[in-house]
């Protein structure tokens, strides 16, 4: 976008040597500001004076008629991208497949969110499951699979919960978390591990 220009009576002698040259005024460089103003105005004069008034009116038409045209098309636009989430089906709530995710949010807290089918839970439930739980091990310098943990943090959760902050217990260690249920006799029932 150009800046637009200020009246030609405050410019600086460069300026109106500028618009002089767009002009294509000729010996506009020996000019004196007042002959170059002179100039100008003529030129201008010459150019922009042979547009009649009904011209000026046409334009003003034109561009009234522009506006509205716009806001249809607009209008049209919106309207087709309504169209494009038609047929669409929703998203499932879940995919079958249990899986859970930590992530550290700063060096006191992590971000844990999960995925696990309702049928899933249904079983461990079945199997004794009483409280949906999250466990945090600490596994720095340690294979879970082969040793125990340093430290267990255990946090009780909502059912219908999908995502959790937990407090870090030590932070620059290695964590790991699991979804699980507690049972009454405390089993502890592994439905998804980080």
């Known amino acids: 976008m150009s800046k637009e220009r200020p009246p030609l009576e405050d410019m600086t002698l460069r300026q109106l040597r500028k618009v002089a040259s767009e002009y294509g005024i000729s010996r506009y460089s020996r000019m004196r500001k007042s002959q170059l103003l002179e100039a ?16 000026a009116l046409e334009a003003q038409e034109e561009v009234e008629i522009a506006k509205f045209s716009v806001v249809s098309q607009t209008y049209q636009i919106d309207n087709s991208l309504s169209l494009v989430d038609e047929g669409l089906v929703d998203l499932p709530v879940g995919y079958g497949e249990s899986q859970i995710v930590m992530m550290p949010r700063d060096p006191e807290w992590a971000y844990a969110y999960w995925d696990v089918s309702n049928e899933q839970k ?21 294979d879970l699979d082969y040793q125990s ?31 699980g249920y507690r ?4 089993r502890w029932l592994v439905l998804a591990r980080s």
Request: hydrophobic share 30%.
């Open 40 to 55: 100008i105005q003529e030129i201008q004069s010459q150019k922009f004076g042979t547009l009649n008034s009904s011209r």
């Open 122 to 142: 249904e079983m461990f439930r079945r199997q004794g499951g009483q409280q949906l739980a999250l466990r945090i091990y600490d596994v720095t310098d340690i």
């Open 149 to 179: 943990p340093h430290s267990i943090q255990e946090y009780p959760c909502d059912e219908l919960a999908r995502e959790w902050y937990l407090p870090v217990p030590v932070s620059d260690r290695d964590y790991v978390v699991e979804i």
């Open 183 to 186: 049972c009454v006799d405390g």
